[in-house]
């Protein structure tokens, strides 16, 4: 069974901190996404990753920044937290067959 | 932009009712076609993936797939109020180094009543 795990399922901080998502994958996939998810908005792609240190932008990247030093970790970066970077995000790896697995989400609240 | 459309519901069926979700897509060189489930507050799960025109079943959920008219369904059939949920449909654009990226729809809100 493929396992995608994140860090923590729910997240305080306050505005202006830097936070850290983690996602790990047990299943040496190449690709790695992160997404949040926002109601009447759907799953919007923040960046996405295809290879150890290879990061792309995806739809909504502003403010944000990733990490992917090891092929199974692929980190989320939050540079200076704002109250609307609240959001649920939810962090996918796939392979070849491009069926994306997701993990099970981290709601993050920013006071 | 490569758009992905759903009908956000609610769709409401009743218990042991054929539920049908139905998803288009603007790129017609689109090329892998998924269905999610995601309850409330918790993360999407695959349901079934097709690829080729048709119909493709598993257990009580087929996915039907029509690349002329740019069309993917998921029926569901028997509805159990356990598959209460939103459905999501996803596709994986033509061409270029996507890697794997699939844009999604909004999300079809199913509620099977007892």
């Known amino acids: 069974d493929v396992k995608v795990t994140q860090s923590s399922r729910y997240l305080v901080k306050r505005t202006g901190e830097k936070v850290f998502l983690e996602c790990v994958q047990d299943?040496?996939?190449?690709?790695m996404f992160w997404y949040r998810q926002d109601p009447g908005l759907g799953l919007r792609l923040i960046y996405f990753?295809?290879?150890?240190?290879?990061?792309e932008k995806g739809d909504i990247p502003e403010g944000y920044s990733v990490s992917r030093e090891k092929k199974e970790r692929f980190s989320l970066i939050l540079e200076s937290a704002s109250t609307n970077q609240t959001s649920m995000y939810l962090c996918?790896?796939?392979?070849?067959?491009?069926?994306?697995?997701f993990g099970p989400g981290t709601r993050l609240t920013v006071l | 932009q490569k758009e992905v459309e759903q009908n956000s519901g609610p769709l409401s069926v009743p218990e042991g009712a054929i539920a049908s979700l139905n998803c288009t897509y603007s790129d017609r060189g689109s090329q892998s076609f998924f269905w999610y489930r995601q309850y409330s507050g918790k993360s999407p799960e695959l349901i079934m993936f097709i690829y080729s025109n048709g119909d493709k079943e598993d257990g009580r959920f087929t996915a039907q797939l029509n690349k002329a008219s740019q069309y993917v369904s998921l029926l569901i059939r028997d509805s159990q109020p356990s598959d209460s949920a939103t459905y999501l449909c996803a596709v994986r654009n033509a061409g270029g180094t996507s890697y794997g990226k699939l844009t999604f729809g909004q999300g079809t809100i199913l509620t099977v009543h007892p």
């Open positions: 299943m040496d996939h190449e690709n």
């Open positions: 996918a790896s796939s392979s070849y067959t491009d069926t994306q697995y």
């Open positions: 990753s295809y290879d150890v240190k290879m990061k």
